[in-house]
């Protein structure tokens, strides 16, 4: 486990975000990314959250809409891994991982690519 308090983990995921592929974080578009804790005891253990509505399944979609969420859970990510190093590529992994939701790709696909 990876001790990390909120601003540092906050500051960590700027980076590995700003560090994307420019082709995949242009597209964004009304994404906000959130950094949460899991509850203790929630099943399934998750270490990121896509919510929202895929490209693929868009129709009208525009003025007023809520924007699609990200969220990223911090304490399960911190437990799952020993070094910064380590954690930074979770982080890299799960991101890209819910960006491909976002883009409408299933977990067998993000699984094929190596991004789950």
């Excluded at 578009?29 to 399934?44: S, T, Y």
């Excluded at 911190?78 to 930074?88: K, P």
């Amino acid at each position: 486990m990876v001790e990390i308090d909120a601003d540092a983990f906050e500051a960590l995921v700027g980076e590995v975000f700003d560090a994307l592929p420019a082709d995949m974080v242009e597209p964004l578009e009304n994404v906000a990314i959130l950094i949460e804790d899991q509850p203790p005891g929630a099943r399934p253990r998750l270490y990121g959250l896509y919510s929202g509505h895929p490209l693929t399944r868009r129709g009208v979609y525009g003025f007023g809409e809520l924007p699609d969420r990200i969220t990223l859970y911090r304490n399960n990510l911190a437990a799952s891994v020993s070094t910064m190093d380590a954690l930074r590529a979770r982080v890299r992994i799960t991101l890209v991982h819910e960006i491909g939701h976002y883009f409408g790709l299933d977990d067998a696909r993000l699984q094929e690519l190596g991004w789950a």
